[in-house]
């Protein structure tokens, strides 16, 4: 049996995301800015450094920076940061060691899944065309789940989704309406967070079982909500990091006449698109916006479906776009630091705070989750998801970024081992919020 497994790693190693060895000598730094003039020299460091730094956390005064540092620049970026009088910590002095026992671990797993025959594996990374498979499969198996298609990447990858749309309830304490306001999930729009696809599978497939099960809770929220799952959003970026770069993080979008590709799809949208802070115009950016909002074709379907929806007069009720890693709950404003909250604010962390709590005592994970206003937990970002998600075109009271696990121990790298505790608290968050929301505002 042990050869065997030997053997299957070998077969599936360049499968599994290695690739080459590009990322050998790279290193990953912990930079602590202290001044709003630091800050802003960082970022326009990470544009004029053509693809030498890579952030790998939020940025923000007084916070610890996660920065990975190709090792052609080491030496430089360290005189930098010496004259600057900025401080720093080599965290891992090589992140092609890091990415190597990450795949080891991914590849041993796959293959242990492989030898057993049946279901799908949830507690394994799949790739695309497994997470698309996936959504075929649910269509099949459950009546009141229907397969959509959202739309195709820029190399035609259909992104696909699935409507869960479960009988109306009507018990006397609760009654739908009709149609039911939906609630909208989304992942992998950062191609390399693994994480988020199959955090969003292994809760959805819990919900549900649970449904099925005559569970109290799952029949209250899958009878009061149509639920619209997108797990994969960046189908091209996350294929390239299967086949290429694992910590790839645009989409695959060529920027003609600048020898670069890749859009941070995160950046690409809408609302308050092109305000100074938080993304860069300059198209080699790890933080590039686009040349336009909605110039991607992954955030281009997500505007077109919402305006379909939303012709159909339907009622747009939650939007969560998931990430990792950083274990945050984050609301409206992500533009803007200084403008006034919307007024739905205290609900939105009211709601957020019960998803916080829910996800924290899942597993009682270190340092928690916590909820908060994005600009205020983090720091200002211009054509955000969430941003879009409330003032954008589906209008949906209740939007947010999640970050998943961790707290800066694994970061995008999180191991298999953890997709399930990952999992079991984007179940238990789901319920946490969607409860709130019925108790508290339906």
């Not at 075929?136 to 009546?143: G, I, K, P, S, V």
């Not at 959003?233 to 996350?238: A, P, R, S």
């Not at 005592?361 to 206003?373: L, S």
Request: charged share 25%; with cysteine; hydrophobic share 40%.
């Amino acid at each position: 049996m042990r050869n065997l497994i030997l053997f299957l790693a070998f077969v599936l190693r360049p499968c599994l995301g290695s690739g080459t060895e590009i990322y050998r000598g790279n290193q990953l730094w912990f930079v602590f800015v202290n001044t709003d003039n630091d800050l802003k020299w960082l970022l326009s460091e990470e544009e004029q450094s053509m693809g030498e730094l890579d952030f790998w956390s939020q940025l923000g005064i007084g916070r610890r920076i996660v920065v990975m540092v190709s090792h052609s620049y080491i030496h430089e970026f360290k005189v930098k940061l010496m004259e600057r009088q900025i401080e720093y910590q080599t965290v891992h002095h090589d992140v092609q060691v890091e990415i190597d026992k990450f795949h080891q671990h991914d590849i041993v797993k796959r293959s242990l899944s492989d030898l057993a025959i049946g279901d799908f594996d949830y507690e394994i990374y799949h790739t695309y065309d497994e997470i698309q498979q996936w959504l075929r499969d649910m269509a099949d198996e459950y009546t009141f789940v229907h397969k959509f298609t959202l739309g195709y990447t820029f190399e035609n990858r259909e992104i696909g989704g699935i409507e869960i749309a479960a009988p109306a309830l009507n018990d006397g304490e609760f009654q739908a309406t009709v149609p039911k306001p939906i609630v909208y999930f989304e992942g992998g729009i950062h191609a390399r967070e693994w994480i988020t696809p199959t955090t969003i599978m292994y809760f959805t497939r819990e919900l549900l079982d649970a449904y099925e099960n005559g569970e109290d809770n799952a029949r209250k929220i899958l009878g009061i909500f149509d639920l619209h799952i997108v797990p994969s959003l960046n189908g091209d970026g996350y294929a390239f990091t299967w086949e290429h770069e694992r910590l790839w993080r645009k989409s695959r979008q060529p920027n003609i006449g600048f020898g670069c590709v890749g859009t941070d799809l995160n950046r690409n949208f809408g609302s308050f698109w092109g305000r100074p802070g938080g993304a860069s115009r300059w198209p080699c950016s790890g933080l590039f916006r686009g040349f336009a909002p909605f110039d991607n074709n992954e955030t281009k379907a997500v505007d077109d479906y919402f305006k379909t929806l939303k012709a159909q007069r339907r009622k747009i009720k939650v939007f969560i776009d998931w990430h990792n890693w950083g274990q945050m709950i984050l609301a409206p404003w992500s533009y803007a630091v200084t403008d006034k909250l919307p007024a739905e604010s205290e609900d939105q962390l009211a709601a957020g705070e019960a998803m916080a709590e829910a996800m924290t005592a899942t597993n009682f994970i270190p340092e928690g989750f916590k909820a908060g206003v994005s600009a205020q937990l983090l720091y200002e970002m211009t054509g955000s998801s969430n941003d879009y998600g409330f003032a954008g075109t589906p209008e949906a009271k209740y939007s947010y970024v999640v970050e998943l696990r961790d707290s800066g121990h694994f970061e995008f790298l999180i191991p298999p081992d953890q997709i399930r505790l990952s999992g079991e608290e984007g179940y238990d968050g789901v319920v946490a919020l969607l409860d709130w929301i019925i108790n508290n505002d339906y």
